[in-house]
């Protein structure tokens, strides 16, 4: 996944084009995110012709917030890159309540003005959900403020040193905002995803499991290991 990533940054910096990635948090992009910082380090690899713009944020937490996206970020993939951070999107965790509509608007404007994104990279929540498009999530949702999912938070809870803990809400990118991506991976690991992404491959499509609408995408990949893709059937 890196290796892929890094050949379309470095395509596109030859022609001095950027390069429009789409980011995910948690768990999942953790290993990748090591072997891009690799890159950078020992083979030179540069992001300064990367625009990125990450899923979601959850709401209420300030960017310097530990649990916050922002701060994972920072933490896991910015600090370590040369990635000029105005050219680094992450929704707002803060934002009053009554510019919640502005701010998701503006950051569809936002991708849309960056050429769209190039290369979405997600993960597969237990909800079923892809960002935090919870179900019912459909085809024509944007970025907007969403309530979480109980699964959700009770998989996030141990993070949090309890449920309680857990934020109620988040500002995600919508399915309609990943489906326009022009490439999406969709990365999973490990036997406690394997029935999440076998429903997901193998259901309709449907709202009420949002990752089931990624097979409309012309252009969707996913990347297992033999735990997560133990019961998909043949
Ligand atoms: C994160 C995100 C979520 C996660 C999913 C899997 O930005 O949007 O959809 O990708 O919840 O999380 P992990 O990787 O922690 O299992």
Redesign the pocket.
Same mark, same amino acid.
């Given at each position: 996944m890196a290796a892929i990533i890094a050949i379309q940054i470095t395509e596109r910096a030859k022609q001095n084009q950027s390069f429009v990635l789409g =980011?995910?948090? %948690?768990?999942?992009?953790i290993l990748l995110y090591k072997e891009l910082i690799r890159l950078h380090r020992e083979d030179g690899l540069s992001f300064a012709n990367v625009i990125s713009f990450?899923?979601?944020e959850y709401y209420g937490l300030p960017a310097d917030d530990p649990q916050s996206?922002h701060e994972f970020m920072r933490a896991n993939l910015f600090s370590q890159i040369d990635l000029p951070p105005h050219q680094a999107h992450i929704p707002g965790g803060v934002i009053p309540r009554d510019q919640v509509p502005a701010h998701c608007s503006g950051y569809e404007k936002a991708i849309k003005e960056a050429g769209g994104i190039d290369l979405q990279i =997600?993960?597969? %929540?237990?909800s079923g959900?892809?960002?935090?498009n919870e179900p019912p999530s459909d085809e024509r949702s944007t970025t907007r403020l969403v309530s979480l999912d109980p699964i959700?938070r009770r998989?996030a809870a141990d993070s949090f040193s309890g449920i309680g803990n857990v934020p109620t809400e988040a500002i995600?990118m919508g399915v309609k905002t990943i489906l326009r991506s022009r490439q999406v991976f969709m990365m999973?690991w490990g036997e406690n995803?394997a029935s999440i992404v076998a429903r997901s491959l193998q259901e309709s499509p449907s709202p009420a499991l949002p990752a089931t609408q990624l097979q409309r995408h012309p252009d969707v990949h996913y990347l297992l290991d033999e735990s997560a893709a133990s019961k998909i059937s043949q």
């Amino acid at each position: 996944m890196a290796a892929i990533i890094a050949i379309q940054i470095t395509e596109r910096a030859k022609q001095n084009q950027s390069f429009v990635l789409g =980011l995910a948090t %948690g768990s999942t992009p953790i290993l990748l995110y090591k072997e891009l910082i690799r890159l950078h380090r020992e083979d030179g690899l540069s992001f300064a012709n990367v625009i990125s713009f990450n899923l979601d944020e959850y709401y209420g937490l300030p960017a310097d917030d530990p649990q916050s996206y922002h701060e994972f970020m920072r933490a896991n993939l910015f600090s370590q890159i040369d990635l000029p951070p105005h050219q680094a999107h992450i929704p707002g965790g803060v934002i009053p309540r009554d510019q919640v509509p502005a701010h998701c608007s503006g950051y569809e404007k936002a991708i849309k003005e960056a050429g769209g994104i190039d290369l979405q990279i =997600l993960g597969i %929540g237990g909800s079923g959900h892809i960002g935090f498009n919870e179900p019912p999530s459909d085809e024509r949702s944007t970025t907007r403020l969403v309530s979480l999912d109980p699964i959700t938070r009770r998989d996030a809870a141990d993070s949090f040193s309890g449920i309680g803990n857990v934020p109620t809400e988040a500002i995600t990118m919508g399915v309609k905002t990943i489906l326009r991506s022009r490439q999406v991976f969709m990365m999973a690991w490990g036997e406690n995803k394997a029935s999440i992404v076998a429903r997901s491959l193998q259901e309709s499509p449907s709202p009420a499991l949002p990752a089931t609408q990624l097979q409309r995408h012309p252009d969707v990949h996913y990347l297992l290991d033999e735990s997560a893709a133990s019961k998909i059937s043949q």
